[in-house]
T-cell receptor, first 116, second 110 residues
Framework: NAGVTQTPKFRVLKTGQSMTLLCAQD?????MYWYRQDPGMGLRLIHY???????AKGEVPDGYNVSRLKKQNFLLGLESAAPSQTSVYFC???????????????FGPGTRLTVL | GEDVEQSLFLSVREGDSSVINCTYT??????LYWYKQEPGAGLQLLTY?????DMKQDQRLTVLLNKKDKHLSLRIADTQTGDSAIYFC??????????FGTGTKLQVIP
């Protein structure tokens, strides 16, 4: 049981280049999220999905697109990278809780992206 | 929108108690969480408390909730070097939308 995995772990892009970050989970969770983590700003939600084929905007969606073609995968795309998108990106999935227990998010190890 | 605030940094000596504080604005929060992020890793749920509770104890961890002041704290007793990490406070209204704080970096000095 690998949990939540992310590829790649590191990437350097030039301004204007595009890339896709892949997130995969093997826990059969419906809900998945993409966050970015910046110093002093904590985690900010980019996009999320409540099930296969669905996506929704989070707090900072501009410059990003997402797709959830398969339940286990959630892809984050940058069409034209900008230096402001230099960050650490985390994917998470949510187990939706249970009786007497709140939902818990399970995080991947992160992708460190630098845009020059 | 919802807002969760934390101080950015805390330094303690090994063996002392650590207290990490958090304030939030959403009065409809149902659950409040503490997540831990070790260096180079993603966040992991450490503990949580329901909004109708004042306190929760789990081994070395004590969570205190003052709902009137919208203040949450995490106390780590007998802090160890392995507790060095970033600790995130988070709140949720129970619909899988979780708002995270800025994180507090805990440094434990041997």
């Amino acid at each position: 049981n690998a949990g939540v995995t992310q590829t790649p772990k590191f990437r350097v892009l030039k301004t204007g280049q595009s890339m896709t970050l892949l997130c995969a989970q093997d826990m059969n969770h419906e809900y998945m999220y993409w966050y970015r983590q910046d110093p002093g700003m904590g985690l900010r939600l980019i996009h999320y999905s409540v099930g296969e084929g669905t996506t929704a905007k989070g707090e900072v969606p501009d410059g990003y697109n997402v797709s959830r073609l398969k339940k286990q995968n959630f892809l984050l795309g940058l069409e034209s990278a900008a230096p402001s998108q230099t960050s650490v990106y985390f994917c998470a999935s949510d187990d939706q809780g249970g009786e007497g227990r709140p939902d818990t998010q399970y995080f991947g190890p992160g992708t460190r992206l630098t845009v020059l | 929108g919802e807002d969760v605030e934390q101080s950015l940094f805390l330094s303690v000596r090994e063996g002392d108690s650590s207290v990490i504080n958090c304030t939030y604005t959403d009065s409809s929060s149902t659950y409040l969480y503490w997540y831990k992020q070790e260096p180079g890793a993603g966040l992991q749920l450490l503990t949580y408390i329901f909004s109708n509770m004042d306190m929760k104890q789990d081994q070395r961890l004590t969570v205190l909730l003052n709902k009137k002041d919208k203040h949450l704290s995490l106390r780590i007793a007998d802090t160890q070097t392995g507790d060095s990490a970033i600790y995130f406070c988070a709140e949720s209204g129970g619909y899988q939308k979780v708002t995270f704080g800025t994180g507090t970096k805990l440094q434990v000095i041997p």
